[in-house]
């Protein structure tokens, strides 16, 4: 089974500042068919999963460009150029190249 | 607009058995694959099952493998998951999503208490 491990849990961040989310997998994330299926989710209080970032680097429609996603292989990170009150909330990745399997959860509040 | 609504969610014993529905709407539900996904209380997103657009493949998570069981009705655009031998530990808030987990519910919360 693939793990994923997430860091830091914990993200205290000033608004304005640039944050990071590091994601780490226990095997390779390049798919068969050469796809690296490794996607970001951000939960804000009471709401349900949205979907930020797919393949690493691809961002949703809709998501500022603020938001962006970078790696490869088992190594991957989600920055926030600048953070916003808005952006407070729970911060998952995802991988979807041998099952699905979450990390943890980072959670982002304001200093 | 894609929306993916859950329902029958509710109090249940140990041991006891509840059937989730979700019903899709706005996208060609028949054609995609759907996911369960569920969040225990204050805890993180734990990815349940799966099933395949013509429901000819399933997936489970092993925790849940030989109790749960996904179903579809791609006539009425509505995913299922029918859940057995209920554990304190399977209380949750379970959601529904899209294949790619691009659209998401807004969740059921099942709860498992004597």
């Known amino acids: 089974d693939v793990v994923m491990t997430q860091s830091p849990l914990s993200l205290p961040v000033t608004l304005g500042q640039p944050a990071s989310i590091s994601c780490r997998s226990s095997?390779?994330?390049?798919?068969?068919?050469?796809?690296?299926?490794l996607h970001w989710f951000q939960q804000r209080p009471g709401q349900s999963p949205r979907r930020l970032i797919y393949?690493?680097?691809n961002r949703d429609s809709g998501v500022p460009d603020r938001f962006s996603g970078s790696g490869s292989g088992t190594d991957f990170t989600l920055k926030i150029s600048r953070v916003e009150a808005e952006d407070v909330g729970v911060y998952y990745c995802?991988?979807?190249?041998?099952?699905?399997?979450f990390g943890q959860g980072t959670k982002v509040e304001i200093k | 607009e894609v929306q993916l609504v859950e329902s029958g969610g509710g109090l249940v014993q140990p041991g006891g058995s509840l059937r989730l529905s979700c019903a899709a709407s706005?996208?060609?539900?028949?054609?995609?694959?759907m996911h369960w996904v569920r969040q225990a209380p204050g805890k993180g997103l734990v990815w349940v099952s799966a099933?395949?657009?013509?429901?000819?493949?399933?997936i489970y998570a092993d925790s849940v493998k030989g109790r749960f069981t996904i179903s579809r009705d791609n006539a009425k655009n509505t995913l299922y998951l029918q859940m057995n031998s209920l554990r304190a530990d399977d209380t949750a808030v379970y959601y529904c999503?899209?294949?790619?987990?691009?659209?998401w519910g807004q969740g059921t919360l099942v709860t498992v208490s004597s």
């Open positions: 999503a899209t294949d790619r987990f691009d659209y």
């Open positions: 095997q390779s994330l390049v798919h068969s068919d050469g796809t690296t299926y």
């Open positions: 995802l991988q979807g190249t041998q099952l699905w399997t």
């Open positions: 393949e690493v680097s």
């Open positions: 706005g996208f060609t539900f028949s054609t995609y694959w």
């Open positions: 099933m395949k657009s013509d429901g000819s493949r399933t």
